[in-house]
């Protein structure tokens, strides 16, 4: 068994080609041509059981590899097994990892194909030595075909950062984008012709972890989320994939900021500001979306998707431009390398475990929630707007923490009380739409439009405030599933 800890980019073409042609690489060390078979079950078992296993062909030579792609501290780190190979059937024997995992009667099958021209460097950084890896082609489903362009940046010898220094050198040389989408997963999801969104994912903290290592895989999957979608919606330009594009940065920015005692230095305050201007701007286009869901005249309807088209131009160059790929860079190196991190600067003993800390979380959104939300009804929009926050930060803290509260007791409180946060956040959502909806459409230069009162109307202002604070008095009912 062995351990990889690499960075992952996806480039475009023309910006492999690029980097190829520049000065950085020079000459490849080697070349080759693979054809990689990754093979699982029919009810693909593997795969959601945190798997894979592939055959690669190079020349005559054969090897099999069983990867382990289940809940990682880290994007860029994960376990896998090798075997070398005669043929092209899978061999499953007692070195396999599956056989402990599945037992000796798996069925498996050829699923997808991935078909590249590898190109490779042996390179010294800072004194780390680091290999990249260039890889161009597709991964191959019957008649579909998905493109493969990515650098992996794999450190064999040496500090984490310095993969980091290397990839700020590409970055001067061409844009990327993070790669959080591994060839399987791309093959799969090729396979199964899926074209949905991915929503956020559960987070599986160890009880073992301190509250600094539970942030990073916390904030790392929050980036995931993040990328996938951003990736979709730079390609569809579809309403959900930005609704969770959004849905990703506002998760990351609240895990920053119930995180906030354990994260040292101005950074995290500076990578706070730039993920909230990125998300002001994809706001405006949900603002719109949320306006034409719901509007039927169809002048009305008309305008507002002249407005949804000036708001996605904003919100693609914003995730197009320079300075959110800089966020990104910034970020993740962050994350991987920051002081935060026990060995980086923090000391360990200082930082509380993860469990500790994540009650005294739950306990003090919980006090927040109580003494915001108690009388709805006397507040002002800007204070419901508060009180929404403060249950978005619960809601995304009850999901963080749920794996260290995995009894059965507890796991049937967090059910009921995720079920209460739901219809809470549905509720004050209703009325933050009435207080922001006449915003967008004073915004838009529709404010004084004949079916205006169809997408804003006040009369059922008293009703929706009642619903809000029975949803509140339920949460705080709720019973608490972290005690």
Not at 206 to 229: D, H, Y
Not at 364 to 382: C, H, N, P, T, V
Not at 430 to 437: E, P, R, Y
Not at 465 to 476: F, P, R
Request: glycine share 6%; aromatic share 6%.
């Amino acid at each position: 068994m062995s351990s990889e800890t690499e960075i992952k980019l996806d480039l475009s073409q023309e910006a492999l080609h690029t980097l190829v042609g520049s000065d950085l690489l020079g000459e490849p060390d080697k070349v080759l041509d693979q054809r990689s078979t990754y093979f699982d079950t029919a009810d693909r078992r593997l795969w959601k059981e945190g798997y894979t296993l592939r055959i690669r062909q190079v020349g005559d030579t054969r090897t099999q590899t069983v990867k382990a792609t289940g809940p990682s501290r880290s994007l860029f780190a994960r376990s896998e097994w090798e075997t070398s190979l005669e043929g092209d059937e899978p061999v499953l024997d007692h070195t396999s990892p599956l056989i402990g995992e599945f037992g000796g009667h798996l069925k498996l099958e050829p699923v997808f194909d991935v078909v590249i021209a590898r190109r490779l460097w042996k390179m010294v950084e800072n004194g780390s030595r680091i290999e990249v890896v260039v890889d161009e082609g597709d991964a191959i489903s019957g008649e579909r075909r998905s493109p493969i362009r990515e650098i992996e940046i794999e450190l064999k010898e040496g500090n984490p950062r310095d993969l980091f220094i290397f990839a700020r050198k590409i970055d001067a040389v061409t844009s990327f984008r993070f790669g959080v989408r591994s060839k399987a997963e791309r093959g799969f999801v090729l396979a199964e012709a899926q074209k949905t969104v991915l929503k956020a994912e559960p987070v599986y903290l160890e009880r073992s972890m301190n509250a600094a290592a539970a942030f990073k895989a916390i904030a790392l999957s929050c980036v995931r989320q993040f990328r996938v979608n951003e990736d979709i919606l730079l390609q569809r330009r579809n309403p959900e994939a930005l609704h969770q594009t959004r849905v990703a940065l506002r998760r990351l920015r609240s895990a920053v900021s119930l995180f906030k005692s354990v994260l040292p230095g101005e950074e995290p305050e500076r990578l706070n500001h730039e993920l909230q201007w990125l998300a002001a701007i994809l706001g405006e286009a949900r603002n719109v979306d949320v306006l034409q869901a719901k509007a039927s005249d169809a002048d009305l309807v008309s305008k507002l998707k002249t407005a949804r088209t000036a708001t996605y131009r904003d919100a693609i160059d914003a995730l197009e431009s320079s300075r959110a790929r800089a966020l990104m860079l910034d970020l993740v190196n962050w994350l991987e390398c920051g002081d935060y991190l026990p060995g980086n600067g923090a000391v360990s003993t200082d930082v509380p475990s993860g469990q500790d800390f994540a009650v005294s979380v739950l306990e003090k959104q919980r006090k927040r929630m109580k003494k915001d939300g108690s009388a709805l009804a006397k507040a002002d929009d800007e204070h419901r707007h508060d009180v929404r926050k403060d249950a978005k930060k619960l809601r995304y803290a009850a999901e963080f923490f749920a794996s260290l509260f995995d009894d059965k007791r507890s796991a049937r409180r967090h059910k009921k009380f995720l079920a209460a946060m739901e219809v809470l956040q549905d509720e004050l959502g209703a009325l933050n739409d009435l207080a922001t909806g006449p915003e967008v459409l004073e915004k838009h230069g529709l404010a004084d439009h004949p079916a205006r009162d169809t997408l804003v109307s006040h009369r059922d202002k008293a009703g929706l405030v009642a619903k809000a604070q029975a949803a509140v008095d339920e949460v705080l009912d709720t019973k608490r599933f972290w005690r």
